[in-house]
């Protein structure tokens, strides 16, 4: 009975939400406000895949604020910044499960920051490249005129615009953003938490050590992680459709065909960062 009964009130019930979810999407629009988990089903997901990621959303020209693929996180699993901004929703249900297993285990895990847009991602990288924030203590446009020199220290740890995982929805930083409060006392409790459970709910962390597995692109940070099952698509159909050329439209971006951004920087990540979860 269940078989033949089943399927089409399932389809009822997916079309149902979906008409809803797509009438507050347009509402979400007009409000400038975004849904919150508990308006999200499963089944309205609309799954981004290889063959339907566009360009604006690799690059991040986009709002993910009036998306409907993005949902606002509720204030006990983000911090700071994260309170005003947005997270794929895949990726949210997929960080909630993880934090419920964490706080069982005594730890606890807030995103302090997740999906920043180009024009975000601009706005702090333009703040660097012209002096206004302060780079190591220095004022970059003063102390580092070469421009690829300059491009070069930036990415230490900031991203060139159209560059960022943030801008996927797929990524987020955990709890604080020095490496060295995850090496002692309470970070380093959280740390090994996650290196030891983060993959089994699809989480990887693509900015290791530096070195012979890892030669090229920013340096460690040990919390920026990343939801591979979706991450990876965005990484598949960047290496098919974003060009050099098209990394562009911020002061400093003529450095980034030199610089070889897209190999060293989008691809220079973690090995492990390429897998298949699953498989
Ligand atoms: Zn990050």
Not at 37 to 64: A, C, H, R, V, W
Not at 126 to 137: D, F, P
Not at 220 to 233: D, F, G, I, N, T
Not at 250 to 256: D, L, M, R, V
Request: glycine letters at 6%; hydrophobic letters at 35%; proline letters at 4%.
């Amino acid at each position: 009975m269940k078989s033949s009964f089943w399927p089409p009130i399932f389809l009822l019930i997916s079309l149902t939400t979906s008409f809803f979810l797509s009438c507050e999407n347009h509402a979400t629009t007009r409000n400038s406000s975004v849904p919150t988990i508990d308006s999200i089903s499963q089944d309205s997901l609309n799954p981004m895949s290889f063959d339907t990621i566009e360009i604006k959303y690799l690059l991040g020209k986009f709002t993910p604020e009036e998306d409907s693929n993005f949902v606002k996180m509720e204030d006990l699993h983000c911090a700071g910044s994260a309170r005003r901004q947005v997270i794929d929703k895949k990726t949210y249900k997929a960080f909630i499960k993880m934090y419920e297993a964490a706080k069982a285990d005594g730890v606890i895990l807030t995103i302090k920051s997740a999906t920043r847009n180009f024009y975000y991602q601009k706005s702090i990288w333009e703040a660097k490249w012209n002096g206004s924030r302060l780079v190591g203590g220095k004022n970059l446009a003063q102390t580092v005129p070469n421009a690829q020199e300059r491009a070069r220290i930036i990415l230490k740890y900031s991203s060139m615009p159209g560059t960022s995982r943030h801008h996927w929805g797929t990524d987020f930083d955990l709890n604080a953003f020095e490496n060295e409060y995850f090496e002692s006392g309470k970070g380093l409790k959280e740390f090994q938490w996650l290196e030891a459970n983060a993959r089994k709910f699809g989480f990887g962390r693509p900015y290791t050590t530096k070195g012979e597995h890892r030669p090229q692109g920013y340096e460690e940070e040990k919390w920026h992680w990343s939801y591979l099952p979706l991450a990876q698509s965005y990484q598949k159909s960047y290496k098919a459709l974003v060009k050099p050329e098209m990394i562009s439209g911020f002061a400093g971006s003529e450095t980034a065909t030199s610089i070889d951004v897209i190999k060293n920087y989008v691809f220079g990540i973690d090995p492990s960062c390429f897998d298949e979860i699953g498989k």
